[in-house]
């Protein structure tokens, strides 16, 4: 029961990351006005914005214009009701619940708006830092020493890499990955190499299949980001344990 309803309360939670997506890279309000349909501006009556099944229900068409509306909507409340569910069987219903499931609305939301807009707003990336901070000192005080320096380390790194190949990433995605840091601590570590091993074999494969041409293609990388850090929250403790025994017994 508890899982059923954290899946419920997870395609909840990616309606209301569907609204950030969209209205804070627009410097929106994300409480006024209510959803409306961005083709004919009606607004959108509440038996109208159940997650996922109303799109089913209306055959992902507004009622009144009968504009296609994106399937990245329900898909985007799917998700988060999956990771939601992973998250909390993954960790129980503990304390630490609390940061991992804020962790995950962050970078659901900073992939979305990354590959939609091609930026990751500092609108949410500073609340969620401050989410990080509290969430923490809520559920482990003694884990915030750790994560604080987590977060300023994958931002330098970060900060780093952007300043050496500014094409390939911008300050959103460094931001982003000082946040990482302040939830994660040092699971940041795996979580930054899933991430850029993701986006170096997704650039090799795009270079494969259109060639030089690929070169101007832009992708961004934030959703490798967002990737590694749910990497590196459900298995990060795992994979450093992995690598310490490895490196010890080439060693």
């Known amino acids: 029961m508890a899982f059923a309803f954290l899946g419920a309360f997870g395609a909840a939670i990616g309606s209301f990351v569907n609204v950030l997506a969209y209205r804070l890279p627009r410097h929106e309000s994300i409480v006024r006005p209510r959803s409306r349909c961005p083709h004919c501006d009606h607004q959108i009556a509440a038996y109208d914005n159940i997650p996922v099944v109303s799109w089913l229900l209306l055959g992902g068409r507004c009622r009144e214009c009968r504009a296609a509306i994106s399937v990245r909507y329900p898909l985007v409340e799917a998700l988060t009701a999956l990771l939601f569910v992973t998250v909390g069987l993954r960790i129980g219903v503990e304390d630490t619940l609390l940061p991992a499931l ?112 690929a070169r101007k293609q832009a992708v961004p990388f934030g959703p490798f980001l967002a990737l590694g850090g749910m990497i590196g929250l459900l298995y990060g403790p795992g994979l450093i344990d992995w690598y310490e025994r490895v490196s010890g017994l080439s060693g």
Request: neutral net charge; glycine residues 14%.
């Open 102 to 213: 804020a962790l995950t609305i962050t970078l659901v939301a900073a992939a979305e708006t990354a590959l939609e807009r091609r930026i990751i707003p500092n609108r949410l990336v500073g609340p969620a830092a401050g989410a990080a901070v509290v969430s923490w000192a809520i559920a482990d005080p003694g884990r915030l020493p750790e994560n604080l320096i987590a977060g300023a380390a994958a931002g330098g790194f970060l900060l780093l890499a952007a300043l050496a190949y500014p094409a390939g990433m911008g300050m959103g995605d460094v931001k982003l990955a000082a946040v990482m840091g302040l939830f994660l601590g040092g699971s940041v570590a795996p979580a930054l190499f899933v991430g850029f091993a993701a986006g170096a074999i997704v650039g090799m494969a795009i270079l494969a299949v259109r060639g030089a041409s």
